[in-house]
């Protein structure tokens, strides 16, 4: 190794973990905010609940995000509130699916959709350009024009010439 990859060792290092502290959230700073981000309204409007608090004044909203706050000041984890919220509402007031179970469809599916998709449309185009291509190695139509008319013509000779007796 040079002098000049031993010096940036460090300071990979060191830039690498000035990111990943800063990434990590801090359990201090759970806030109603946060956790009414990944909650569906159940007033029926679809909006997530802190949305539909901002927008449109919602009562049904209103009283999720004070049952939330009065769960943060109770000293309850994000993932505990979450729960709480699915076992009195279900699971269609979490704004995203579960990633386990039938709901693991929802997540793959549209990849899978895409791969596949992209995967028949490489195929089909395979298969356009390499059939031109044999169409390039043909003959082109003027060629092929060409000796036809000359096999007329040949013909067209031999035939004046037996005429001609």
Same mark, same amino acid.
């Given at each position: 190794m040079n002098l000049r990859s031993r010096k940036k060792i460090p300071s990979i290092f060191l830039i690498a973990l000035t990111l990943s502290l800063a990434v990590v959230p801090s359990a201090e700073a759970l806030t109603a %905010?946060?956790?009414t981000q990944g909650l569906t309204c159940t007033c029926g409007c679809n909006m997530l609940v802190s949305a539909c $608090? %901002?927008?449109m004044e919602c009562s049904v909203a209103k009283k999720i995000t004070d049952r939330v706050e009065k769960m943060i000041a109770q000293g309850q984890s994000k993932e505990q509130i979450i729960q709480y919220f699915v076992h009195t509402e279900g699971e269609r007031i979490l704004a995203a699916p579960t990633? !386990? %179970?039938f709901n693991l469809v929802a997540w793959i599916l549209p990849f899978l959709a895409v791969l596949l998709g992209g995967g028949l449309v490489y195929i089909?185009?395979? !298969?356009c350009l390499s059939s031109r291509k044999s169409a390039e190695d043909l003959p082109a139509a003027s060629e092929i024009k060409q000796m036809s008319e000359k !096999?007329?013509?040949d013909r067209? $000779?031999?035939e004046l010439k037996d005429f001609e007796i």
């Open positions: %905010g946060e956790i $608090e %901002g927008s990633r !386990k %179970g089909f185009l395979d !298969k !096999k007329y013509l067209l $000779e031999k």
